[in-house]
């Protein structure tokens, strides 16, 4: 069974389109992120969620938006993509402060 | 932010030698979190070891362990008996709990080869 689960893996698509990467967790977490790895491989938290609200929302531009309809999913919606986009989405989730996050497998995505 | 710094781009080890990874980290909280993440070229991330600010001992986990210093915020990676499985990228993670988040602030990771 697939603790924290990303689809699509892969996804290309055109600049201006938009687009949508879900998430699911089946490990009763609490916690739910999304981290973007750019292509020198840094991670970055971009969002985190936790019982439905938004916890921290770092300098990410709004074409982003989470969207969180319990607490075992927790998508990521991409507006209007630009060229710049194109990295690979990482979700995550945690139980309690302190303990380690699970992470999906990553979604690579292509902005052409 | 929270700053953590890999100071080693690519390290190379020879199968079955032991290969240490460095991280140093920047912060003024007492309380905190320390994490190695393994990065294997499935692109999966996958926690190796973790350490708690707050405990003087030092984690293992089979052949992965730490030499934690908290004084010199210092938090490396020692990786025994090296096998090719264990080509990676290596990253480093900081999480400070009392932000009321359990974000990761990560550094820029350690390309790991195992030569046969």
């Known amino acids: 069974d697939t603790a924290v689960s990303q689809t699509p893996k892969y996804l290309v698509t055109q600049m201006g389109n938009d687009k949508s990467i879900k998430c699911e967790q089946n490990?009763?977490?609490?916690?739910m992120y999304w981290y973007k790895q750019d292509s020198k491989k840094f991670l970055k938290i971009m969002f985190s969620?936790?019982?439905?609200?938004?916890?921290i929302n770092e300098t990410v531009p709004n074409r982003f938006s989470p969207k969180s309809p319990d607490k075992a999913h927790l998508n990521l919606h991409i507006n209007s993509l630009e060229l710049g986009d194109s990295a690979v989405y990482f979700c995550?989730?945690?139980?309690?402060?302190?303990?380690?996050?699970?992470f999906g497998q990553g979604t690579r995505l292509t902005v052409v | 932010a929270q700053t953590v710094t890999q100071s080693q781009p690519e390290m190379s080890v020879q199968e079955a030698e032991t290969v240490t990874l460095s991280c140093t980290y920047d912060t003024s909280e007492n309380n905190y979190y320390l994490f190695w993440y393994k990065q294997p070229p499935s692109r999966q991330m996958i926690l190796v070891i973790r350490?708690?600010?707050?405990?003087?001992q030092n984690a293992t986990e089979n052949r992965f362990s730490v030499n934690f210093q908290k004084a010199a915020k210092s938090f490396s990676l020692k990786i025994s008996d090296s096998q090719l499985g264990d080509t990676a990228m290596y990253f480093c993670?900081?999480?400070?709990?009392?932000?009321?988040?359990?974000?990761?602030?990560f550094g820029t990771g350690t390309r790991l080869t195992v030569i046969p």
């Open positions: 969620y936790n019982n439905k609200e938004l916890i």
């Open positions: 490990l009763g977490h609490d916690t």
């Open positions: 995550a989730s945690s139980h309690n402060r302190g303990t380690e996050a699970f």
């Open positions: 993670a900081f999480m400070n709990p009392q932000t009321g988040a359990n974000n990761l602030f």
């Open positions: 350490q708690e600010a707050y405990k003087q």
